[in-house]
């Protein structure tokens, strides 16, 4: 028999780190939706934070989408036993913002150099503009150091695997 102890910041990481190279990979979407979401439920209760209600640098129509499409599919997981044939139409492109609110999480309470933080808040400050506020997106531009095009996923994902056995 195989024990592993582990305490609970370091398997929300590792939930969060798998999710977000699996992101990066573009492999299995459901994968990513429920290592995300579990991630974020260990560090919100962990730190008592939750970035979806303090949403300081998206624009209002930014938070409103966030918090909807964060809202539906976390009570999709969570209340699975209430209604068990229960179906979910899984908008995959929106897994980033479950990861995006772990890493605001991450940067603000565990660890401000974490590379997997850093990788998603820059690509999502990048990828799309448009829910952000332009002093935002100057803050990450000028805090957070990319050494690589945020539009090539597979260097995004090497560059990862890189940093993977480091936190």
Same mark, same amino acid.
């Given at each position: 028999?195989?024990?592993? $102890? &582990?305490?609970?910041?370091?398997?929300?990481? !590792?939930?969060?780190?798998?999710?977000?190279?699996?992101?990066? =990979?573009?492999?299995?979407?459901?994968?990513?939706?429920? @290592? #995300?979401?579990? #991630?974020? $439920?260990?560090?919100?209760?962990?730190?008592?934070?939750?970035?979806?209600?303090?949403?300081?640098?998206?624009?209002?129509?930014? =938070?409103?989408?966030?918090?909807?499409?964060?809202?539906?599919? !976390?009570?999709? &997981?969570?209340?699975?036993?209430?209604?068990?044939?229960?179906? @979910?139409?899984?908008?995959? %492109? !929106?897994?980033?913002?479950?990861?995006?609110?772990?890493?605001?999480?991450?940067?603000?309470?565990?660890?401000? %150099?974490?590379?997997?933080?850093?990788?998603?808040?820059?690509?999502?400050?990048?990828?799309?503009? $448009?829910?952000?506020?332009? =002093?935002? &997106?100057?803050?990450?531009?000028?805090? &957070?150091?990319?050494?690589?095009?945020?539009?090539?996923? =597979?260097?995004? #994902?090497?560059?990862?695997?890189?940093?993977?056995?480091?936190?």
């Amino acid at each position: 028999m195989n024990l592993l $102890e &582990i305490d609970k910041i370091t398997a929300a990481r !590792k939930l969060f780190n798998d999710a977000t190279l699996l992101f990066y =990979e573009r492999r299995s979407a459901i994968s990513i939706h429920h @290592l #995300a979401h579990a #991630a974020h $439920e260990v560090l919100c209760a962990i730190t008592g934070d939750s970035r979806m209600l303090n949403l300081v640098g998206l624009t209002p129509d930014g =938070e409103k989408k966030f918090k909807r499409v964060f809202n539906i599919s !976390k009570n999709f &997981i969570k209340h699975a036993d209430k209604d068990p044939g229960a179906r @979910l139409t899984l908008n995959t %492109e !929106k897994n980033i913002l479950i990861l995006f609110d772990c890493a605001w999480i991450i940067i603000l309470h565990l660890d401000k %150099e974490c590379i997997y933080s850093q990788t998603v808040i820059a690509w999502c400050a990048f990828m799309y503009p $448009e829910l952000f506020i332009p =002093e935002y &997106i100057q803050t990450v531009h000028s805090s &957070i150091p990319v050494t690589f095009n945020l539009q090539d996923f =597979e260097t995004i #994902a090497m560059d990862l695997k890189s940093h993977y056995y480091d936190h």
